[in-house]
T-cell receptor, first 115, second 114 residues
Framework: DVKVTQSSRYLVKRTGEKVFLECVQDMDHENMFWYRQDPGLGLRLIYF???????EKGDIPEGYSVSREKKERFSLILESASTNQTSMYLCASSSPRRVGLETQYFGPGTRLLVL | GENVEQHPSTLSVQEGDSAVIKCTYS??????FPWYKQELGKRPQLIID?????GEKKDQRIAVTLNKTAKHFSLHITETQPEDSAVYFCAASIRGGSARQLTFGSGTQLTVLP
C-alpha cells in the first residue's frame, strides 16, 4: 500500500510568517506534487517535482516555493504567508516507471489557516 | 493549458437510483482521464480511469464513458448507496514533458438519500 504522509493536519500561522509543509512518500515514486484545494475550485497544482532537486511550476506557483533534497520528501514553502493562502494543501506522488499506471496517491492534507 | 469543467456542482439522488457526473476538457491532446472520490475529511482516492483509446470502462457499479470528438467524459454510478456520498473530481492529463500532470474539475458533491 502506498503511503503518503504530511507533517501536520492543521496549522495556524500569522501573516508574514515563513511556513513549511512537508510531505513524505514510501513508494520510491519519482513524481511528487503539491495542490491546494478550495471550495468550488477543485484541486489546483502549485508545483511538482519529477526527480530530486528538480521542480516545475504548476498553475498557481505565486507566493510558494518547493524543495526536494531527497526522493521521498517534498516540501512546500510559503515565504511570507498571507491570508489568501488559507486553504487545504494536498501532496501527491506517482511513478511513471510502470507504463499505464501513473495514479496519483494523495496525502491526508494540511489545513492551513493564516491569521 | 488544459481546462476541465465539471457539472453539476451538487447532486442529490435517492438510494438505488443512478448518478451521472459530466466533465468537458479543452485540450484535444489529453489522453488520460481519472476520477477521484473524496469522502468527508479524507484524502482523494482514484476510483476509475480511462485512456483515450477506450470509449467506455466499467468496474462493478461505476463506469466511465469518453467521447473524444466532443471532448467530454462522464462518470456513471448505478444502484447508489449511502457510502457513495462524497465529492467526486474528474481530471484530464496529457502525457509528455517531465511528468504527467492532472488538471482537475471543480468537484461534484454527491449526496445519496436513504
Amino acid at each position: 500500500d502506498v503511503k503518503v504522509t504530511q507533517s501536520s493536519r492543521y496549522l495556524v500561522k500569522r501573516t508574514g510568517e515563513k511556513v513549511f509543509l512537508e510531505c513524505v512518500q514510501d513508494m520510491d515514486h519519482e513524481n511528487m506534487f503539491w495542490y491546494r484545494q478550495d471550495p468550488g475550485l477543485g484541486l489546483r497544482l502549485i508545483y511538482f517535482s519529477y526527480d530530486v532537486k528538480m521542480k516545475e511550476k504548476g498553475d498557481i506557483p505565486e507566493g510558494y516555493s518547493v524543495s526536494r533534497e531527497k526522493k521521498e520528501r517534498f516540501s512546500l514553502i510559503l515565504e511570507s504567508a498571507s491570508t489568501n493562502q488559507t486553504s487545504m494543501y494536498l501532496c501527491a506522488s506517482s511513478s511513471p516507471r510502470r507504463v499505464g499506471l501513473e495514479t496519483q496517491y494523495f496525502g491526508p492534507g494540511t489545513r492551513l489557516l493564516v491569521l | 493549458g488544459e481546462n476541465v469543467e465539471q457539472h453539476p456542482s451538487t447532486l442529490s439522488v435517492q438510494e438505488g437510483d443512478s448518478a451521472v457526473i459530466k466533465c468537458t476538457y479543452s485540450d484535444s491532446a489529453s489522453n488520460y482521464f481519472p476520477w477521484y472520490k473524496q469522502e468527508l475529511g479524507k484524502r482523494p482516492q482514484l476510483i476509475i480511469d480511462i485512456r483515450s483509446n477506450v470509449g467506455e470502462k466499467k468496474d462493478q457499479r461505476i463506469a466511465v464513458t469518453l467521447n473524444k470528438t466532443a471532448k467530454h467524459f462522464s462518470l456513471h454510478i448505478t444502484e447508489t448507496q449511502p457510502e457513495d456520498s462524497a465529492v467526486y473530481f474528474c481530471a484530464a492529463s496529457i502525457r509528455g514533458g517531465s511528468a504527467r500532470q492532472l488538471t482537475f474539475g471543480s468537484g461534484t458533491q454527491l449526496t445519496v438519500l436513504p
